[in-house]
């Protein structure tokens, strides 16, 4: 309550950072290959653990240092960029539709099909998510599919929760009501009346769900199970990092800031939405 | 009614813990890669292998397997690690106690520090520092524990190295454990030394798990007390002449406790998930270290332990909780 009062205004401040820094982040992933100075997968063993610009040592071209191969750290983390926000999208998009379906059919038509979903959503709460993720990618393969589709298999319940919720007080108000007598039917009523009343719970959850797909995926990468090792990601750059720390820590700070950076906007991103659709806070 | 709550809830937490069971059953038999091919060199005849396979029962069918697993399940008979070649239940107890014991000193702490915050935060309602509070509160929830592990790391590892940042104990340390709860163990044997040790140690993976809990908290605990501090009674006791902060701890702090209690129930459940990257961040020897460890080795009747014993602490927990919080509603209380 007290963030969304904070950010009641829409576009404070803070928000227009945190789009300004998404906007930045996918930008420079979609035009990865004209933005990044180096080739991100070039190793040159003399140019080994360059320090950042500012030191002593640096290199021209090499803004942010490389790492214990010499490979570029800013260009991996721009290509790193281009995973993050593929998974971001299409895993958070991919929850959400799963669990909203489950969530409104729950909270709407109540009786046998909630309580099934119900007791699905209490089974998959009981596993450390974590721990589920890595063993879901380990079944399904490593890859970019197998990430996606574990985000999804296990965070649906996150919007399932909410929107059954949601969906549940809704289907007792009287505008449903007043459709039922107007003839409608309960499906109808569902995808017309329920729907768009909770669809701004969906879309501020979304946003939230983004910025924890960005982590899965990190954490994925950071214990060597998410896409090949060859492509830079977030997670194994900071892998790599938290290795080399004593030697190098730009290798571990730089992808740290871009980590938090995009974590925080998604979430300022879903508070502000919240907030503006929310109609007792408006 | 208590009574019949409890059993009901007890019902629910045993079919929630047989769903679990089965998902993990049939998630780890749908993997592709073959155990037993892992573990024998390259050169073994079919026949040796036919044979492993008949010796851990995997020449059954998944259902057929379940029966079998359930059963020893409920004889206390978990298994035998694939790669470990120990029993999965003596390996799990093994290990249980260090994430135990991490999780309860990463909660008290989030208690401790989003209690603090909530109440300097009531304290000083509408000045800026109650905004600095929110404000610090909001980013500190959003930002999760792996990351919150790797600032810590290189904040307190690397810039000023003042804890350790790798493992539960020094390894050069004589220990003079029986059992597996360290800390426990050095406090009641009064060996301070190796307290202090193990708390150098555990203070960096608990900080990164309390963190988010303990901007929760705050975020809760302030509403709740403010909502109460408008209460006839709170005005009665400052009308009284007791301060402010005596108002807050001796009169709201009780009744506003309660929705914050629920809430850290449940949150607790996340933090006690979160070991599992966090134990890893920190090469901290606890069960979800060890859990990352089998899904890479894809030892299956591993893995199968371990997940059960997690979900077996969480659902206690939301019985545990969801008791105490009929205790202590005096609504529920008197049905």
């Known amino acids: 309550m007290d963030d969304a009062r904070i950010s009641r205004g829409g576009l404070s401040p803070r ?27 070039a190793q040159d063993l003399m140019l080994e653990r360059l320090p950042p610009f500012w030191l002593d040592g640096a290199e021209p071209g090499y803004w942010l240092g490389t790492d214990s191969l010499g490979r570029d750290l ?40 909630d309580r099934i979903i119900s007791r699905v959503v209490d089974v998959w709460m009981a596993f450390p998510p ?59 009523i569902m995808l017309r009346e329920v729907l768009p009343n909770v669809l701004p719970s969906v879309v501020a959850l979304l946003s939230l769900e983004m910025g924890i797909a960005v982590i899965v995926e990190a954490i994925l990468s950071f214990v ?25 820590w730009w290798v571990l700070v730089f992808p740290l800031i871009t980590l938090i950076l995009t974590v925080l906007s998604f979430s300022q991103f879903g508070e502000a939405l919240k907030a503006r659709f929310d109609p007792v806070l408006r | 009614m208590l009574l019949q709550r409890f059993l009901v809830r007890l019902l629910t937490m045993l079919v929630t813990l047989f769903g679990v069971a089965i998902v993990v059953f049939v998630v780890i038999r749908v993997a592709p890669g073959d155990p037993i091919a892992m573990m024998l060199p390259p050169g073994a005849s079919d026949d040796d292998i036919a044979r492993l396979r008949a010796l851990y029962g995997l020449d059954k069918t998944i259902v057929q397997q379940f029966f079998i697993w359930l059963g020893g399940v409920l004889h206390g008979d978990f298994g035998t690690s694939i790669s470990l070649r120990q029993d999965v239940l003596g390996l799990v107890f093994n290990r249980l106690p260090a994430t135990l014991e991490l999780a309860t000193v990463a909660l008290l702490m989030a208690i401790a520090l989003g209690a603090t915050a909530a109440i300097v935060g009531a304290r000083s309602r509408g000045t800026a520092l109650e905004a600095g509070i929110d404000i610090a509160s909001g980013a500190t929830l959003s930002i999760p524990d792996f990351l919150w592990g790797l600032v810590l790391i290189l904040l307190f590892g690397v810039l000023v190295p003042v804890f350790d940042i790798s493992g539960r104990v020094s390894p050069e340390l004589d220990l003079p454990f029986v059992t597996q709860f360290y800390l426990v163990e050095s406090l009641l044997r009064l060996r301070f030394d190796l307290t202090w040790d193990l708390l150098k140690h555990m203070l960096m993976p608990a900080v990164a798990l309390a963190l988010p809990l303990a901007a929760i908290i705050a975020q809760l605990l302030k509403q709740s007390l403010k909502e109460v501090l408008d209460l006839d009674y709170v005005v009665l006791a400052r009308v009284k002449g007791f ?92 049905g």
Request: charged share 10%.
């Open chain 1, 74 to 113: 800013l260009s991996r983390l721009i290509f790193g960029g281009r995973i993050a926000f593929i998974v971001a999208f299409a895993a958070a998009t991919s929850a959400c539709l799963l669990g909203s379906a489950l969530g409104l059919i729950a909270g709407y038509f109540g009786g046998w099909a």
């Open chain 2, 243 to 334: 301060s402010e902060t005596q108002v807050i701890l001796r009169e709201a702090l009780k009744n506003a406790a309660l929705p914050t209690l629920t809430l850290v129930g449940v949150q607790f459940t996340f933090l006690i998930g979160g070991t599992v990257i966090v134990e890893r961040l920190f090469s901290y020897e606890g069960l979800g270290n060890m859990a990352i460890d089998a899904v890479i080795n894809r030892d299956l009747p591993l893995i199968q332990g371990i997940v059960l014993v997690f979900a077996l602490l969480f659902v206690l927990i939301n019985l545990a909780v969801d008791m105490m919080y009929a205790l202590l509603n005096p609504r529920l209380r008197h």
């Open chain 1, 130 to 188: 974590v721990l589920f993720a890595i063993l879901l990618v380990a079944v399904l393969g490593t890859g970019l599919s197998s990430v996606i589709l574990a985000i999804a298999i296990i965070d649906w319940t996150r919007f399932c929760r909410v929107i059954r919720a949601e969906a549940m007080s809704q289907a007792r108000m009287d505008y449903v009501e007043s459709a039922r007598i107007a003839g409608y039917g309960r499906i109808g």
């Open chain 1, 224 to 248: 060597n199970l998410s896409i090949s090792t060859d492509d830079p990601t977030w997670g194994s750059i900071i892998a790599e990092g938290r290795l080399s720390i004593h030697q190098a």
């Open chain 1, 15 to 41: 928000l227009w950072l945190a789009g300004g820094w998404l906007l930045i982040a996918l930008l420079a992933a979609i035009f990865a290959p004209l933005v990044a100075p180096q080739d991100p997968l």
